[in-house]
C-alpha cells in the first residue's frame, strides 16, 4: 500500500511539474511578441472636438469616436457601483483573471445548457482582460486571443493600478449610438452629464458593454429593460442598492432622451463649417476629429437665428415678387395619389414645416391636397394669389384670378400650415399656404467692429440647400458699397464733406482704338457742382470716377487693400464703381473698421481654442493683462488692457465718413433703414444689371453685411437694387438685433468740429433753415463758403454743365482738374490701355 501511495504520489508530483511547464510554456510562447502594455501609461483616446457659442451653448461636434474623456475621480460611485457589479464584481481583488468568476460562468453555462433554450453563454472576462483586448488586441475569437489576453492582464495588473485600469476601460469602451467612453452615452441617451444620471440610468449604461446593439432602447425595448433591470438586480446583490431601491427601480419603465444641447444654435451649420475648415488648416485633420479641442466661437446664438431667419425671410420675399415657377413634378390624382406621393422625394432646401402634397382637387376658391399619412387638406387662393407665372430677366405675368390660374389637378407642390391670413382672419385646421424654394441666394454678416468677432453668419437660403458659404466664399461685386472708401481716400488727401465735385457727364480714354468710356448715373441724371456728402447719399457714380481719377487708382487700390476688401484691386478707374470682387465678410469687416475709428480689426470666428488638457493653443486677442490674475481684490486699480489695433487712418476722417453715411440713411438711397429709430449708418449697393445688391452698414457697436444675388450672377430684376432688396433685410436685423438696447450716438473722436450747414449745399445755414445738418470737418480744415472750387475731372466734350454752376465759379478747360483747398496740385490719370470692365449703373 505504501508503495502503491508513494507511485501516486510521485506521479502527481510529475503531472503538477508537466503541467506547471506547460502553462509556462504557453505564456513564453504566447508572450513572446505581445503588444507593449506601457503605452498605457499615456493614454491619450480619440476625444471629440466641440464647438461652443460665445453663451456656452454647443454649437458642433467633430469626431472618428463620440467621446468625453473624463478622470476617474470625476466618474460618480453610483457609476462606477453599477459596470462592477454588471462587469467585474472582484476587481479590485483579483490579479488580472478572476478564478471565482470563471467558475460561476461555467456553473452557469452547464445550467442553462441543461435547461434547454437559447441563452446567451455567460463571460468570465475581467475589466482588466477587456482593457487588454480593446486596446491591445483584435475581437477574433479564439482561445490564442483568450491566453494572450491573460496574460497581459497579468501584466498590466502589475504595471498600473486599479484606479487607472478602470479610468481606461469607463472611457473606452463602446455603449451604442456612436458612444464611445460612459460620458459621451449619457449625454446620447439620458442628455445628461455622468453627475446627473440616477440608478437606473447608469445600470443601463453598464448593461450595454456586452452588446450594445442588441440592447437600444429603440428597436429592443423589452431586451433593454431586462438587460438594464438584471444589472439592478446584481447591484442589489453586491450591497450596492437596497431592496426597496431595487423593487422600485425593476418596476420603472426605461426612458431614453435625444440630446437637445444642439437645438439652441440651429442655423449655424455655415458658421460651424467654416470653424471645421479653419480648424483642420490650423491643427490638421487628426487633430480636429481625434485631439479633443474645445473651441469658444463667436457666434452669439440669438443674432444668428435671427439672422438666419429674416435672411430667408428677405429671399423669399423677393422670391414671390418675381413669380411661381410651377410644381415639383406632376403625379396621377386618382385613388393611388398616397403611394405616388410617397415616391416624391423632399427637395433639399425646404424648411421643416413645409411638406410636399398633390392636388387632388380644384374649384375656383381653392384648391384640396393630399398629404402624407393619407391625409388632406385645403389651400385657399388668398394663399397662392402672389404665384404670378415667372417669366424672362425675372419679370413675371399677369395676376391670377382663381386657383386654377396657379394649379392644377396631380400638381406636386410645396405647402405650410398656416392659422391665418394676412389679414388675421382665422382659418380652419388643415389649411396650408404655397410655398417655394427661391432660387436667389444671399448672405449675412454681423460683426463686432471693436474686436472684429464675428458674431452671426448666415451663408445662404439653406445648409441642406447648398454648403457654399455665400458670406465668406462667395467673390461678387460690391457696386456702390465700394464708394465710402474712395471717398475716405478724399478725406484723408484735403478734402471736407462740403467739397465740391461735378455730377455730369465724363468720357475717358480706354487706350488706342477704343472708344470712349462714358459711366453713367443710375438714374441718368446729373446734379451739376455736388458736395462729397450728397454723391454718397445719392450714390452719383460720376462723381465718383472724377474723385478716384483725382485721388490716382494708386491711392484708392491702397485704401482697398489696408481695409482688406481687395488684395490686388486693378488700377481702372471702372474698380472705383465696385467692379472687383469681394466677399460680404471682407467687406462688412472694412465698415467695421470705419465706425470704430479707423483702427484695424481681423474678422474671426474663433475666440479661443484649447487642447484636450485644457491649455490655450490660440486666443484671437493677443494682448497680455497685467494684474487680471490678481487671486483676490484688494483695493488695487482696475486693470487697463493695452489697445493695440493699428490705427489705419485718421479717426476724423473715419468718423466724417460715418457721419456722411448716416445721411445715406436719413435722406439717401438707405432710407428705409430709418425705420430702425436708432442711429444708423451704412451704404446700398447695386452692381451693373442689378447681378448684386447690397446694404452694408453699422449702429455704434455693431456692423453688419447683407448680400443678396444669383450663384450663376443673372439680373434681379430692373428695378431691383440693394435698397429695395437688401435694406429691408439690413433693417429687419437691426430692430431685432438693438430692440433692447438704448439709442447710442456715434461717437465723436477729439479734433472735430461740428458747423451747422445746409445738408444739401455745403454751405452754412441760414437760421431757421430746416435742412440744416451738423457737418463734421477738422480742425484744420477751412469752412465752405459762397465761392467753391468744383472738382471738374474729364468733362465730356458734348455736354455743357456751365449751368449748373455758379456765375462767379466759371468752368476750367475740359479735362482739367481743380483741386479743393489743401490737395495739392492733381494731374489727370489716364486709364490703362484696355477696354474698362463693365461698371455702368451702380447704385
Known amino acids: 500500500m505504501l508503495r502503491f501511495f508513494a507511485w501516486l504520489t510521485s506521479l502527481l508530483l510529475l503531472l503538477a511539474i508537466a503541467g506547471a511547464g506547460g502553462v509556462l510554456f504557453v505564456f513564453w510562447h504566447y508572450g513572446r511578441d505581445l503588444p507593449d502594455y506601457h503605452q498605457l501609461a499615456h493614454y491619450e483616446p480619440p476625444v471629440t472636438t466641440r464647438v461652443y457659442g460665445g453663451d456656452g451653448r454647443l454649437v458642433a461636434e467633430y469626431a472618428v469616436e463620440k467621446r468625453v474623456f473624463v478622470p476617474l475621480y470625476a466618474i460618480p460611485q453610483v457609476v462606477k457601483d453599477a459596470f462592477l457589479s454588471a462587469e467585474d464584481k472582484n476587481f479590485y481583488s483579483h490579479a488580472g483573471v478572476d478564478p471565482v468568476g470563471i467558475a460561476r460562468a461555467i456553473v452557469i453555462n452547464l445550467r442553462n445548457r441543461g435547461m434547454g433554450g437559447d441563452r446567451r453563454p455567460v463571460g468570465a472576462s475581467t475589466i482588466t482582460q477587456q482593457v487588454a483586448k480593446n486596446f491591445l488586441l483584435t475581437n477574433e475569437v479564439s482561445v490564442e486571443r483568450k491566453v494572450k489576453e491573460a496574460i497581459l492582464a497579468f501584466r498590466i495588473e502589475r504595471a498600473f493600478s486599479k484606479d487607472h485600469i478602470l479610468e481606461l476601460y469607463l472611457n473606452e469602451i463602446y455603449l451604442g449610438v456612436g458612444s464611445y467612453g460612459v460620458a459621451a452615452a449619457a449625454?446620447?441617451?439620458?442628455?445628461?452629464?455622468?453627475?446627473?444620471?440616477?440608478?437606473?440610468?447608469?445600470?443601463?449604461?453598464?448593461?450595454?458593454?456586452?452588446?450594445?446593439?442588441?440592447?437600444?432602447?429603440?428597436?429592443?425595448?423589452?431586451?433593454?429593460?431586462?438587460?438594464?433591470?438584471?444589472?439592478?438586480?446584481?447591484?442589489?446583490?453586491?450591497?450596492?442598492?437596497?431592496?426597496?431601491?431595487?423593487?422600485?427601480?425593476?418596476?420603472?419603465?426605461?426612458?431614453?432622451?435625444?440630446?437637445?444641447?444642439?437645438?439652441?444654435?440651429?442655423g449655424a451649420d455655415y458658421f460651424a463649417e467654416d470653424i471645421r475648415r479653419e480648424l483642420a488648416a490650423k491643427f490638421g485633420e487628426s487633430a480636429l476629429y481625434k485631439g479633443g479641442l474645445v473651441v469658444r466661437a463667436s457666434m452669439d446664438a440669438r443674432l444668428q437665428a435671427v439672422g438666419s431667419r429674416l435672411l430667408r425671410q428677405g429671399l423669399a420675399s423677393y422670391d414671390r415678387r418675381h413669380g411661381y415657377r410651377g410644381p415639383l413634378t406632376r403625379i396621377s390624382a386618382t385613388s393611388t395619389w398616397p403611394q405616388s406621393l410617397a415616391a416624391v422625394p423632399k427637395p433639399g432646401g425646404a424648411a421643416e414645416t413645409w411638406e410636399t402634397a398633390v392636388v387632388i382637387g380644384l374649384t375656383e376658391t381653392e384648391a384640396t391636397l393630399g398629404l402624407s399619412g393619407n391625409r388632406t387638406g385645403k389651400l385657399p387662393f388668398a394663399e397662392m394669389k402672389w404665384a404670378r407665372p415667372t417669366l424672362e430677366k425675372q419679370a413675371v405675368g399677369p395676376m391670377p384670378r382663381r386657383a386654377g390660374d396657379v394649379v392644377a389637378q396631380g400638381d406636386v407642390i410645396l405647402v405650410e400650415p398656416v392659422a391665418k391670413s394676412d389679414d388675421g382672419h382665422a382659418y380652419p385646421a388643415a389649411t396650408f399656404s404655397l410655398r417655394q424654394i427661391p432660387k436667389v441666394e444671399g448672405a449675412l454678416v454681423a460683426i463686432d467692429p471693436h474686436t472684429g468677432r464675428v458674431l452671426a453668419m448666415v451663408g445662404?437660403?439653406?445648409?441642406?440647400?447648398?454648403?457654399?458659404?455665400?458670406?465668406?466664399?462667395?467673390?461678387?461685386?460690391?457696386?456702390?458699397?465700394?464708394?465710402?472708401?474712395?471717398?475716405?481716400?478724399?478725406?484723408?488727401?484735403?478734402?471736407?464733406?462740403?467739397?465740391?465735385?461735378?455730377?455730369?457727364?465724363?468720357?475717358?480714354?480706354?487706350?488706342?482704338?477704343?472708344?470712349?468710356?462714358?459711366?453713367k448715373n443710375y438714374h441718368d441724371d446729373y446734379l451739376g457742382p455736388t458736395t462729397l456728402r450728397v454723391g454718397i447719399e445719392k450714390s452719383r457714380n460720376l462723381m465718383t470716377v472724377r474723385l478716384a481719377q483725382a485721388l490716382g487708382m494708386e491711392k484708392v487700390a491702397d485704401y482697398s487693400q489696408r481695409f482688406g476688401i481687395y488684395d490686388n484691386l486693378p488700377h481702372q478707374l471702372a474698380m472705383a464703381l465696385g467692379a472687383g470682387e469681394t466677399t460680404p465678410l471682407r467687406l462688412t469687416a472694412a465698415y467695421a473698421m470705419l465706425v470704430n475709428g479707423g483702427k484695424r480689426v481681423r474678422p474671426t470666428l474663433i475666440d479661443r481654442i484649447q487642447d484636450r488638457n485644457g491649455k490655450t493653443v490660440f486666443s484671437h486677442d493677443p494682448r497680455f493683462c497685467e494684474g487680471c490674475s490678481a487671486p483676490r481684490f484688494s483695493g488695487q486699480d482696475m486693470p487697463l488692457l493695452p489697445d493695440i489695433r493699428e490705427q489705419l487712418v485718421d479717426p476724423v476722417s473715419a468718423y466724417q465718413m460715418v457721419s456722411i453715411m448716416e445721411g445715406v440713411v436719413q435722406r439717401g438711397t438707405g432710407t428705409s433703414v430709418r425705420a430702425v429709430g436708432k442711429p444708423l449708418a451704412g451704404k446700398t449697393g447695386t452692381s451693373n444689371d442689378s447681378n448684386d445688391v447690397w446694404f452694408v452698414g453699422f449702429s455704434p457697436d455693431l456692423a453688419v453685411g447683407v448680400f443678396v444675388g444669383f450663384d450663376d450672377p443673372a439680373s434681379l430684376g430692373a428695378k431691383e437694387t440693394g435698397g429695395s432688396i437688401a435694406a429691408p433685410i439690413f433693417r429687419d436685423f437691426m430692430i431685432e438685433a438693438l430692440k433692447d438696447k438704448p439709442p447710442t450716438a456715434f461717437r465723436v473722436p477729439p479734433g472735430v468740429r461740428l458747423v451747422r450747414v445746409d445738408a444739401r449745399t455745403g454751405k452754412p445755414a441760414m437760421p431757421g433753415d430746416a435742412k440744416a445738418i451738423h457737418e463734421a470737418f477738422k480742425s484744420s480744415d477751412r469752412m465752405p463758403g459762397d465761392e467753391e472750387e468744383v472738382l471738374e475731372g474729364g468733362v465730356d466734350a458734348g455736354f455743357s454743365f456751365a449751368p449748373y454752376l455758379n456765375a462767379e465759379e466759371g468752368a476750367g478747360p475740359s479735362g482739367e482738374l481743380i483741386p479743393p483747398p489743401g490737395a495739392g496740385g492733381v494731374a489727370p490719370v489716364p486709364l490703362p490701355a484696355g477696354p474698362a470692365p463693365t461698371a455702368g449703373g451702380l447704385y
Open 460 to 519: 445662404g437660403w439653406s445648409y441642406g440647400k447648398s454648403q457654399f458659404n455665400r458670406a465668406s466664399q462667395a467673390l461678387r461685386q460690391p457696386g456702390s458699397s465700394f464708394k465710402p472708401f474712395i471717398y475716405l481716400a478724399a478725406l484723408e488727401s484735403g478734402y471736407t464733406p462740403s467739397s465740391l465735385v461735378l455730377d455730369a457727364p465724363i468720357a475717358l480714354p480706354q487706350g488706342p482704338g477704343l472708344p470712349l468710356w462714358r459711366p
Open 187 to 266: 449625454l446620447n441617451y439620458f442628455d445628461k452629464g455622468l453627475d446627473e444620471l440616477s440608478i437606473h440610468e447608469a445600470a443601463y449604461l453598464a448593461a450595454l458593454p456586452k452588446a450594445p446593439n442588441n440592447y437600444n432602447p429603440h428597436r429592443h425595448y423589452q431586451a433593454a429593460k431586462e438587460r438594464r433591470d438584471w444589472v439592478v438586480g446584481r447591484m442589489y446583490e453586491d450591497g450596492k442598492v437596497s431592496q426597496s431601491e431595487y423593487q422600485v427601480m425593476v418596476a420603472m419603465p426605461l426612458e431614453v432622451r435625444s440630446r437637445k444641447e444642439m437645438q439652441a444654435t440651429q
